[in-house]
C-alpha cells in the first residue's frame, strides 16, 4: 500500500502543484488523509484528500463552508488555495495557544457568527458532507422537523447504526423526534459550523481563533455548543461555555439538552467507523428515557 504522505504528493503533483518538497502527516482528522506541504520558494500548505473520494464535490463543498463562515460569520479561515474532486489544499494555520484568553476571544468569535447570520429556513442550498457521509440540508420551515429528519432520522437504516441500536432504541428515537418541541426550545436557524470539536478550532499567525472542516447549515445553535460540550474540550476552555452563554442570553437549563442536541453528531459518528469512541453507549442512554416498559 502507498504509503499516505507519499499518495498526497502524488495528488498534490497532479494538480499542478510541483515545487513540493516534502510532506509531513498532519494529525487530528480522522475521515480523510492530511498533510503539511513543504515547498521550495513558498510557504507550506496544508493539502487533504480522500483515498476514494465520495464523490466529486465533497471538498468543494468544504471550501465553500469555509468561504461562508469567513464572509458571512466573520470567523477566520484557511484561504482556500485549490479544490478539487482528489484534492483539497488551504493555507497553513498554527496550532491554538493552550489559554483561557483564547477560548474567550472565541466565545466571542462563535457568538458573533452565531448571532449575526440568523436565516428564516433551516438547511442549506446545497447537500454537503461529515465525514464520508451526506449531511441532508433540505429546506424546512421548522426547525424540529428539519432536525428530526435530517439530522437524526436519516441515519436509521445505515448498517452500522442499524447494528448497534436494536428495534427498541429506533423506536425510541423516533418517540424523542416526536417530542422534540417539548424537549428544546424554539430558536431561529443561524450559520453553523456544523462539526464544531476543539480539533477544528486552530489558530492564524497573529494568534486569533479559525475554524477549519466545516459542514455548514442554518441550523439551531446549540448543534455546535453541544458538540464543544460533548467532545472533552481542554481545560482551558471551560471559561469558553461561560462566555458564549452570557454572550447569547442562554437559560441556564442548555446543559441538559446537550445530550439531545448532540445525538446528531453520534449517530453520524456510529454510522461511519468501526469504533465509535463510545458513541452508541452515548445514544442509548440518551434514548432510554423514551424506552417503553413492557
Excluded at 461555555?241 to 446537550?258: G, I, K
Aim: with cysteine; aromatic share 8%.
Amino acid at each position: 500500500m502507498i504509503p499516505p504522505t507519499t499518495f498526497l504528493l502524488e495528488c498534490l503533483h497532479r494538480a499542478g502543484i510541483r515545487d513540493v518538497v516534502t510532506v509531513r502527516p498532519a494529525t487530528g482528522g480522522v475521515a480523510a488523509l492530511a498533510g503539511i506541504a513543504t515547498r521550495r520558494d513558498a510557504p507550506p500548505l496544508f493539502v487533504k484528500a480522500f483515498g476514494d473520494a465520495p464523490t466529486d464535490d465533497v471538498f468543494r463543498a468544504e471550501a465553500e463552508g469555509l468561504v461562508a463562515l469567513r464572509d458571512l460569520g466573520g470567523v477566520a479561515t484557511p484561504e482556500v488555495i485549490l479544490a478539487e474532486r482528489e484534492l483539497l489544499v488551504l493555507s497553513v494555520l498554527h496550532p491554538r495557544p493552550h489559554s483561557r484568553s483564547f477560548w474567550e476571544q472565541f466565545a466571542h468569535a462563535l457568538a458573533r457568527l452565531h448571532l449575526n447570520t440568523t436565516h428564516p429556513r433551516f438547511g442549506w442550498h446545497r447537500d454537503n458532507w461529515l465525514g464520508r457521509c451526506q449531511q441532508v440540508n433540505t429546506w424546512e420551515d421548522d426547525g424540529f422537523a428539519f432536525f428530526a429528519q435530517h439530522r437524526l432520522l436519516r441515519w436509521l437504516g445505515q448498517p452500522r447504526v442499524d447494528a448497534a441500536l436494536d428495534s427498541a432504541d429506533r423506536a425510541a428515537l423516533e418517540r424523542l423526534c416526536q417530542r422534540l418541541p417539548d424537549l428544546l426550545p424554539d430558536r431561529p436557524a443561524c450559520l453553523t459550523h456544523g462539526d464544531l470539536w476543539a480539533h477544528n478550532v486552530l489558530a492564524t499567525p497573529d494568534g486569533q481563533p479559525a475554524l477549519i472542516d466545516p459542514a455548514v447549515s442554518y441550523m439551531w445553535a446549540e448543534v455546535d455548543l453541544a458538540h464543544m460540550w460533548s467532545t472533552s474540550p481542554p481545560p482551558e476552555a471551560r471559561r469558553f461555555f461561560d462566555v458564549y452563554a452570557e454572550l447569547t442570553s442562554l437559560d441556564d437549563d442548555w446543559r441538559v439538552r446537550m445530550p439531545i442536541v448532540q445525538l446528531r453528531q453520534h449517530l453520524a459518528v456510529l454510522a461511519q467507523f468501526d469504533d465509535d469512541w463510545g458513541a452508541g453507549d452515548q445514544i442509548r442512554a440518551t434514548l432510554a428515557p423514551f424506552r417503553r416498559r413492557s
